[in-house]
């Protein structure tokens, strides 16, 4: 923890300690993940797992055949689709840690919000 993070829960008074130990940490990766197969956006991500999982298959089967081809035109054929399907599945998996990282931001901007909420509603009082 650095010192930022200290002052900050020093700075917190005791209610707010409490909604924040309540509010919690961060998830763990296993609970980050399962939340981007709900939601209103989860189709995308059941596409995007599709995809993935379809261009590994295709990147084995072009591997596969790079391997036994005799020709070298097929060779580079092959070899140009395996450097393809290779290419898909990186960017689907940078599409989804980008996904992991967007609902990381949306979820600290919702306690913000929280806090920000609580602060005003304590100032009314």
């Known amino acids: ?3 930022l993070d200290k002052s900050i829960r020093e700075a917190l008074q005791k209610e ?9 940490g961060e998830p763990s990766m296993y609970t980050m993940i399962m939340e981007t197969f709900q939601g209103r ?12 999982t ?3 298959v295709l990147f084995t089967l072009a591997g596969i055949r790079f391997f ?3 020709e070298t035109r097929e060779i580079v ?16 998996k940078v599409w989804y840690w980008l996904e992991l990282n967007k609902n990381a931001v949306t979820r600290e901007v919702k306690r913000l919000e ?3 909420a609580r602060l005003a509603n304590r100032i009314k009082s």
């Open 16 to 24: 707010d300690a409490e909604l924040f130990a309540e509010v919690g």
């Open 41 to 52: 956006h989860r189709w995308l991500t059941f596409f995007g797992v599709f995809w993935c």
């Open 77 to 92: 054929l092959w070899a140009a689709a395996c450097i393809i399907c290779w290419s898909a599945v990186a960017g689907m």
């Open 114 to 116: 929280l806090q920000i």
């Open 54 to 56: 379809t261009f590994i």
């Open 68 to 70: 036994r081809a005799q």
């Open 1 to 3: 923890m650095s010192d």
